[in-house]
């Protein structure tokens, strides 16, 4: 590394930064000044309680307290630093690498003033954290003598090791959201399993936390002191607290160790970082080499042949077909769901039911007694309805999705009834599936009867296809914009958009409730006495979704003739985003 160049870089950054604040004017300038001292104000403080802490508190207590203390320290500051990164994802670097291959400067200056950047773009951590964690090693330093310095190295390994794998990361992602629609997917991906991350704890105690008492386990207070070190010693995340312990104790190969492992892993990620970044600006990223071009031969190529390179094609989705349908309707129908399996913000509501499946349905596996016997197709009714109610926002705005696109269903010459026809069908998959889990898990845990279990086949279907005649009519009535890569409207809803979506809310379990009627019945029958040993759920189930299936395409008819008339209204309605661009 050049440090004349980076010398130059860091008074490049000034002068950007400078400009910067020049443009944003004196407020902002003045509320900027303000927000830093208020930050050095908050650091400050940090640091002197921590100190404090440290001095005072931990002055006298057993090196399985410091242990404790540190860990959960460290588990706050990685929440907090998961949860920074999740949100800001879509952070570009301080100085763009490529603005400056062509010069002869040292490239690794800039990665370090960008590495740099990115520790010090974490605002909370280094106001609060940061100086938390330097004060507590200070204070502890203080409290129990010299034996404790190694902690200062413990914790700049730490923090190196942390800042790297998380500049690694960033640098990856980077790379894969340079296409649009995986930096949505990318960005989707990343906030749901954030979320299934800090959903964990809440999740193992209610799926776990009655049996605690009762059981004994990892859980039980006089063991947690055998298992805190272990995995403290195996994880790399634990090594700074556990070589606070062991300095405690007057052991020096333990934070030694914790010192060089934490920085090799900080160096192979800078590493990796720097490796990554040449590669995707040289455009030479990939596996690491440059890829060979293939030779051809001259025996494969003859002079008077013409040279074929490409392979045959894959058939793809949208070229099956369904029988049954019609061919528009098929087209309709496979275009969608592909539209539906590659779009972020479809697979984020596609994803909802499981992650509601989990969540709600964790509680069923702390039964004490078996449900009753109509107990349990009725929960399995419940959790039905959760799933239709989950992809409702795709169903009831079906429109809105296609955007500008929805031009081509106005000047299609097709039916529109085949074109209804097509977006429930592309639904159905999903929905059916999430509803064949959740059946699967409810007779694992709580076995219903067959006659139950085939009942509620049927009723899914009959559920379905009244949510369909539902969601079209809303579909119809009421669309509304949705920007691209999100579930946010594209534009301000109107007062009668939300109080027909306030109703909406009131409709849907009435829309659905007939399917209801068959298991009802036979509970009265069963109340009374009567007909006990006849399935009536099941041949009344079976009835009812034919009945609603011929109802299903008769009310077709009429929705596709009420579609042709407000086609024109729909598409100016979520075409409005584009229309203001």
Known sequence: ?????????????????????????????????????????????????????????????????????????????????LMTLSIDLQRSELLPLEKFLHYPVSISGLFLINYAASILSEHVAMCLFIPAMFGLAVGIVLG??????????????????????????????????????????????????????????????????????????????????????VVNMVVPLGWLPYGAMASSEGRLLPPLLGILGMTFIGAVSLRRSYRTTMRLYTGNYGSGRTRAVPKLTPAAVSENSPVSVSAPRARSLVDWEIPWISEQAATVTLSTLRSLLRAPEAKMVLLSPVILTFVFGAPMMRFSANPSEYTRPLVASGALLMILL????????????????????????????DILLGKNLALAPVTFALSAMVLTLLQWFVPMRIDHLLGLLCQAVTMYLLFSMFSNFVAILNPTAIAAGSMRPAVRPTFKTLIVGFFTLFLFPMAVAPAMIPLGLEFALHWFGRYTSVPVFLLLS??????????????LKTQGRLLQSRELKILEVVTARSAEG
């Not at 980076?6 to 604040?21: E, P």
């Not at 034919?546 to 395409?553: D, T």
Request: without cysteine; aromatic residues 12%; proline residues 3%.
């Open 1 to 81: 590394m050049n440090w004349e160049h980076l010398r130059t870089f860091l008074w490049l950054q000034s002068r950007i930064t400078a400009n910067k604040s020049k443009r944003a004017g004196s407020l902002s300038s003045a509320l900027h000044t303000v927000i830093v001292v208020l930050a050095v104000i908050v650091g400050i403080a940090s640091f002197a309680g921590s100190l404090a802490a440290g001095l005072g508190l931990l002055r006298d207590e057993s090196p399985t307290v410091l242990l404790y203390v540190w860990d959960g320290l460290i588990a706050v500051f990685m929440f907090v630093w």
């Open 144 to 229: 129990k003598g010299a034996g404790m310095l190694l902690l200062f190295p413990l914790l700049i390994s730490f923090l190196l090791m942390v800042t790297a794998v998380t500049y690694q990361f960033r640098g990856w992602l980077a790379v894969s959201m340079m296409n649009k629609r995986h930096r949505r997917t990318v960005i989707t991906a990343v906030t749901v399993a954030t979320m299934l991350i800090f959903q964990l704890p809440w999740l193992s105690s209610r799926m776990f936390g009655s049996r605690r008492g009762t059981s004994p386990g990892i859980f039980k207070i006089q063991q947690l002191s055998e298992l805190a070190p």
């Open 390 to 417: 989950s992809v409702g926002g795709l169903a009831m705005n079906q429109f809105a999705y296609d955007r500008s696109g929805f031009r081509n269903y106005v000047l299609a010459p097709s039916s529109r009834k």
């Open 542 to 555: 079976i009835l009812e979704v034919i009945g609603v299936a011929w109802l299903y395409f008769e009310v």
